[in-house]
T-cell receptor, first 113, second 114 residues
Framework: GENVGLHLPTLSVQEGDNSIINCAYSNSASDYFIWYKQESGKGPQFIIDIRSNMDKRQGQRVTVLLNKTVKHLSLQIAATQPGDSAVYFCAENPPNTGNQFYFGTGTSLTVIP | KAGVTQTPRYLIKTRGQQVTLSCSPI?????VSWYQQTPGQGLQFLFE???????NKGNFPGRFSGRQFSNSRSEMNVSTLELGDSALYLC?????????????FGPGTRLTVL
């Protein structure tokens, strides 16, 4: 499958700090990307998405940045809270794959109170 | 509204057996996708069903199969289980009409093959 990888497998941040989670995707023609959050014992939960015609998209406390030149995605979480502790995945939708998404292996975020 | 439900939540099987997992999507959703999650391979797409038809399929052997019923509930079956099939199996539902329709995941079925 596609090689959607993450630069850091684990990340620890102090409560209140900003978090940045990075992701490298492999298909330069991928048009649509999603960030998911997975808490222990639960399925992934949609956080934010971005299409390839955008460089940045903001949600509530989260921002996704897309750099198509280097095939890089990042998720920024502002004022990180203990409830943000989870594994975060990026996913890409390569062309001609319908609704098929390729996921990264995930980054585990731990928020230190 | 009720979320995606998966049954059973846990399963233990032995090699060579077969297993059937069930997924009930959110009411009104017509698309159900299945994923396998393992520590080594992460989340991998198995297949997607929409209105009782398989619409997309990932790179898994034919031992993995699925179906969808008229009420959008879906089942996946794994035959001749192997140790490597031990994983968390997740299903996700969406309206399925556009790519950007949000997928909602269930809690998963944890399958252990001994």
């Amino acid at each position: 499958g596609e090689n959607v990888g993450l630069h850091l497998p684990t990340l620890s941040v102090q409560e209140g700090d900003n978090s940045i989670i990075n992701c490298a995707y492999s298909n330069s023609a991928s048009d649509y990307f999603i960030w998911y959050k997975q808490e222990s014992g639960k399925g992934p939960q949609f956080i934010i998405d971005i299409r390839s015609n955008m460089d940045k998209r903001q949600g509530q406390r989260v921002t996704v940045l897309l750099n198509k030149t280097v095939k890089h995605l990042s998720l920024q979480i502002a004022a990180t809270q203990p409830g943000d502790s989870a594994v975060y995945f990026c996913a890409e939708n390569p062309p001609n794959t319908g609704n098929q998404f390729y996921f990264g292996t995930g980054t585990s975020l731990t928020v230190i109170p | 509204k009720a979320g995606v439900t998966q049954t059973p939540r846990y399963l233990i099987k032995t090699r060579g057996q077969q297993v059937t997992l069930s997924c009930s999507p959110i009411s009104g959703h017509r698309s159900v996708s299945w994923y396998q999650q393992t520590p080594g391979q992460g989340l991998q797409f198995l297949f997607e069903y929409f209105s009782e038809t398989q619409r997309n399929k990932g790179n898994f052997p034919g031992r993995f199969s699925g179906r969808q019923f008229s009420n959008s509930r879906s089942e996946m079956n794994v035959s001749t289980l192997e140790l490597g099939d031990s994983a968390l199996y997740l299903c996700a539902s969406s309206f399925g009409t556009t790519l950007t329709d949000t997928q909602y995941f269930g809690p998963g079925t944890r399958l252990t093959v001994l």
